[in-house]
């Protein structure tokens, strides 16, 4: 007869096991983890491992992500898709099993961890959707949408400034079906955390407006079973239950220290730790009888079928809403989504003429809002300077149905709020700063990209010409940076015409993110033919030309647009044979076929000419090292715009006369 602390101690054998045949691994985290989650996978998660997709399944994040062994075995005792060999193969090239966990690589990962603290962060946004869903669809007796989001995270999630900003967020709006389990065990890669990080836990999070379950022995399953009982009944506010844990439990030499937290236990202290634990089986061996008292897959598929007859019913006495929810979580768009954007593309002449385009993107949220429940979005405390709010905007704060998110100065947070978000399915997340401000977020924007979501963000101020904020606010290497992240598609649009296509490919992109890259002054609005407001959607078009076969190509983005144009027309007076290629997606147009990406940009022609009011450097890509950038390479200043664009450059006459003295 095996005990509980046999059935964690598999979770404990395996991790190590298979962190010495990788040669690399965090075993310190599984084995002092292991009774925790024992007891919450086997008694509280609600899962299914034979359909890992199952709408309203349990969320779970391991936070502290490269103890991902502890999942890994976790999900195979269980009875997903991941194999014995698979455990064999962690950390090895395509394998089920990679350092950390990353979602689409294994069944039963609800998001990519890693950096530590953005497992939690994202694991609020998962919060945020279940209770926001819940309060869209549920009827009496028919909770379709009932689920919790758990958390495990360690000492370094506690300690990176994210944590603050999410459980901060989160403790305002009273997520009460998030739980999160905060792993004390005092060690963290450079040893005993106490010289550097000596916080009251519980007070903090009891600031934040969180129930707290403190002092859990988090190697007793009956005080671990009682603290989930007792905050599964705080329905009001979110849970930390405060687990004092050994890193490492089991091993007789190096638990209780950082010799366990980054490095195999060697083959030596693997043997004594069986001894200890009094584990008598082979590396990787698990004894059927353990096997049979973890297999979740008969009850998740009861659990499963409840549901569907619950949704079934459902269904015939609230058609309208079931067929919504299955829309919203199959991610589809509503039938009439093309005629209706195209009608708002029809009609944009009934706009004002010189609008930012930041305006412009408030006027579509205005259509979008109406046409996309799905949509829900948020700004960092810049709704006002970001126009993210539209008429139909409700905050989740005070309508729990509601649409839009005051996520206050958390830039960070917010972006990979954002992810888990989009991540639980249900929405279309889009967030809101200044471009500068992206520094502050970057990293879960890298996620983001990295993990595929569906995220839209919107950047607002986007050059120099902000203008008296000065050089704090201006970006300069940033629209770069965007750029240059795999599966990032950036969009810098000229006016609301390019405003528009870009919304609408940001909303049709279901495998990466979009950020829209928006102006603080008001543009000039352009005029296009149907074929050029067409061509808008393959990232770069030819905007104006005299002739078939120019001899210089200017490219320009956003507000220098206009500059380039009249640029154009004055060498076009002196006999240029001249085209201006806009371009507001440069990764659009270079995923476009070799024959459009030539015919607007034949290679024949060498005399190019790129600008933009931003890191020159980029644009070598497009001119060739023997062209000419008008961009910049220093810091802005403060100043009035126009004063501004003529410091550095921007004016149509120094243009004029760099173009005539270049070429």
Same mark, same amino acid.
């Given at each position: 007869?095996?005990?509980?602390?046999?059935? =964690?101690?598999?979770?404990?054998?395996?991790?190590?096991?298979?962190?010495?045949?990788?040669?690399?691994?965090?075993?310190?985290?599984?084995?002092?983890?292991?009774?925790?989650?024992?007891?919450?996978?086997?008694?509280?998660?609600?899962?299914?491992?034979?359909?890992?997709?199952?709408?309203?399944?349990?969320?779970?994040?391991?936070?502290?992500?490269?103890?991902?062994?502890?999942?890994?075995?976790?999900?195979?005792?269980?009875?997903?898709?991941?194999?014995?060999?698979? #455990?064999?193969?962690?950390?090895?090239?395509n394998s089920k099993t990679p350092g950390h966990p990353e979602i689409g690589s294994t069944p039963g990962i609800e998001i990519t961890t890693g950096p530590l603290g953005q497992g939690l962060a994202s694991a609020v946004g998962m919060a945020i959707a279940e209770r926001t869903l819940a309060s869209y669809f549920n009827r009496s007796y028919y909770n379709i949408v009932d689920h919790y989001t758990w958390v495990f995270m360690g000492?370094?999630?506690?300690?990176?400034?994210?944590?603050?900003?999410?459980?901060?967020?989160?403790?305002?709006?009273?997520?009460?079906?998030?739980?999160?389990?905060?792993?004390?065990?005092? +060690?963290?890669?450079?040893?005993e955390i106490n010289d550097w990080c000596n916080d009251d836990t519980a007070l903090r999070f009891k600031s934040y407006h969180w129930h707290v379950v403190n002092n859990v022995d988090g190697h007793a399953p009956e005080e671990i079973r009682n603290a989930i009982i007792e905050s599964k009944s705080v329905i009001d506010r979110p849970s930390i239950i405060i687990c004092n844990t050994i890193i490492g439990f089991g091993s007789p030499? /190096?638990?209780?220290?950082?010799?366990?937290?980054?490095?195999?236990?060697?083959?030596?202290?693997?043997?004594?730790?069986?001894?200890?634990?009094?584990?008598?089986?082979?590396?990787?061996?698990?004894?059927?009888?353990?096997?049979?008292?973890?297999? *979740?897959?008969?009850?998740?598929?009861?659990?499963?079928?409840?549901?569907?007859?619950?949704?079934?019913?459902?269904?015939?006495?609230?058609?309208?809403?079931?067929?919504?929810?299955?829309?919203?979580?199959?991610?589809?768009?509503?039938?009439?989504?093309?005629?209706?954007?195209?009608?708002?593309?029809?009609?944009?002449?009934?706009?004002?003429?010189?609008?930012?385009?930041?305006?412009?993107?408030?006027?579509?949220?205005?259509?979008?809002?109406?046409?996309?429940?799905?949509?829900?979005?948020?700004?960092?405390?810049?709704?006002?300077?970001?126009? &993210?709010?539209?008429?139909?905007?409700?905050?989740?704060?005070?309508?729990?149905?509601?649409?839009?998110?005051?996520? %206050?100065?958390?830039?960070?947070?917010?972006?990979?709020?954002?992810?888990?978000?989009?991540?639980?399915? %249900?929405?279309?997340?889009?967030?809101?700063?200044?471009?500068?401000?992206?520094?502050?977020?970057?990293?879960?924007?890298?996620?983001?990209?990295?993990?595929?979501?569906?995220?839209?963000?919107?950047?607002?101020?986007?050059?120099?010409?902000?203008?008296?904020?000065?050089?704090?606010?201006?970006?300069?290497?940033?629209? =770069?940076?965007?750029?240059?992240?795999?599966?990032?598609?950036?969009?810098?649009?000229?006016?609301?015409?390019? &405003?528009?296509?870009?919304?609408?490919?940001?909303?049709?992109?279901?495998?990466?993110?979009? *950020?829209?890259?928006?102006?603080?002054?008001?543009?000039?609005?352009?005029?296009?033919?149907?074929?050029?407001?067409?061509?808008?959607?393959?990232?770069?078009?030819?905007?104006?030309?005299?002739?078939?076969?120019?001899?210089? +190509? +200017?490219?320009?983005?956003?507000?220098?647009? /206009?500059?380039? #144009?009249?640029? *154009? /027309?004055?060498?076009?007076?002196? %006999?240029?044979?001249?085209?201006?290629?806009?371009?507001?997606?440069?990764?659009?147009?270079?995923?476009?076929?070799?024959?459009?990406?030539?015919?607007?940009?034949?290679?024949?022609?060498?005399?190019?000419?790129?600008?933009?009011?931003?890191?020159?450097?980029?644009?070598?890509?497009?001119?060739?090292?023997?062209?000419?950038?008008?961009?910049?390479? &220093?810091?802005?200043?403060?100043?009035?715009?126009?004063?501004?664009?003529?410091?550095?450059?921007?004016?149509?006459?120094?243009?004029? /006369?760099?173009?005539?003295?270049?070429?």
């Amino acid at each position: 007869m095996y005990s509980e602390r046999d059935l =964690a101690n598999a979770i404990r054998v395996l991790s190590m096991d298979a962190i010495q045949k990788a040669n690399s691994g965090h075993p310190g985290t599984p084995m002092g983890m292991a009774d925790i989650a024992a007891v919450l996978w086997r008694n509280f998660l609600k899962h299914n491992p034979t359909n890992p997709l199952w709408y309203d399944r349990d969320r779970f994040v391991l936070s502290n992500g490269h103890g991902s062994m502890l999942l890994y075995s976790l999900l195979h005792l269980t009875g997903y898709d991941v194999s014995i060999e698979d #455990l064999k193969n962690f950390r090895q090239m395509n394998s089920k099993t990679p350092g950390h966990p990353e979602i689409g690589s294994t069944p039963g990962i609800e998001i990519t961890t890693g950096p530590l603290g953005q497992g939690l962060a994202s694991a609020v946004g998962m919060a945020i959707a279940e209770r926001t869903l819940a309060s869209y669809f549920n009827r009496s007796y028919y909770n379709i949408v009932d689920h919790y989001t758990w958390v495990f995270m360690g000492d370094g999630c506690m300690m990176e400034g994210i944590s603050h900003e999410v459980c901060s967020l989160a403790g305002t709006l009273g997520l009460g079906k998030l739980i999160v389990f905060y792993d004390k065990n005092g +060690i963290s890669i450079d040893g005993e955390i106490n010289d550097w990080c000596n916080d009251d836990t519980a007070l903090r999070f009891k600031s934040y407006h969180w129930h707290v379950v403190n002092n859990v022995d988090g190697h007793a399953p009956e005080e671990i079973r009682n603290a989930i009982i007792e905050s599964k009944s705080v329905i009001d506010r979110p849970s930390i239950i405060i687990c004092n844990t050994i890193i490492g439990f089991g091993s007789p030499n /190096k638990s209780g220290t950082e010799e366990s937290h980054g490095a195999p236990l060697g083959e030596k202290e693997i043997f004594l730790t069986r001894k200890v634990l009094k584990w008598s089986y082979e590396p990787f061996q698990i004894p059927d009888e353990i096997y049979e008292k973890w297999n *979740a897959t008969d009850i998740g598929k009861s659990r499963e079928e409840i549901w569907n007859k619950k949704f079934n019913e459902y269904k015939i006495h609230y058609p309208d809403l079931a067929e919504e929810y299955i829309r919203r979580m199959k991610r589809d768009l509503p039938n009439d989504w093309n005629e209706k954007i195209n009608t708002f593309l029809e009609k944009l002449k009934e706009y004002p003429e010189n609008i930012a385009t930041r305006k412009a993107s408030q006027n579509i949220l205005e259509i979008l809002g109406n046409l996309l429940p799905e949509l829900i979005g948020g700004s960092a405390d810049l709704a006002p300077s970001n126009l &993210t709010m539209w008429s139909g905007s409700l905050s989740i704060k005070n309508h729990l149905s509601g649409n839009y998110i005051h996520y %206050g100065v958390r830039e960070f947070g917010m972006t990979a709020i954002s992810n888990g978000i989009a991540h639980h399915g %249900g929405f279309i997340p889009y967030s809101a700063t200044f471009l500068i401000f992206v520094e502050y977020a970057r990293n879960a924007v890298r996620m983001a990209a990295l993990m595929k979501t569906q995220q839209i963000l919107i950047y607002t101020h986007d050059s120099i010409g902000l203008g008296e904020d000065g050089p704090t606010h201006q970006p300069i290497e940033q629209l =770069a940076s965007l750029r240059f992240t795999p599966n990032m598609s950036v969009w810098r649009p000229s006016d609301q015409i390019e &405003t528009v296509i870009a919304w609408k490919y940001a909303v049709e992109r279901k495998n990466g993110p979009t *950020a829209l890259i928006l102006s603080r002054q008001n543009l000039f609005q352009f005029s296009r033919t149907k074929l050029q407001i067409n061509n808008i959607e393959r990232g770069g078009y030819i905007f104006y030309e005299n002739v078939t076969f120019p001899d210089l +190509i +200017i490219i320009s983005t956003g507000s220098e647009l /206009k500059i380039a #144009l009249d640029v *154009a /027309k004055i060498l076009d007076s002196i %006999g240029y044979k001249i085209r201006v290629v806009s371009m507001p997606s440069t990764d659009v147009f270079d995923q476009q076929d070799l024959f459009y990406r030539e015919n607007v940009l034949p290679s024949v022609v060498s005399q190019r000419v790129a600008i933009e009011a931003s890191m020159k450097d980029f644009w070598y890509k497009y001119v060739g090292l023997k062209g000419l950038i008008i961009g910049m390479d &220093t810091f802005g200043d403060s100043a009035p715009a126009e004063q501004l664009f003529n410091k550095f450059g921007f004016s149509v006459e120094n243009i004029v /006369k760099k173009i005539k003295l270049f070429f």
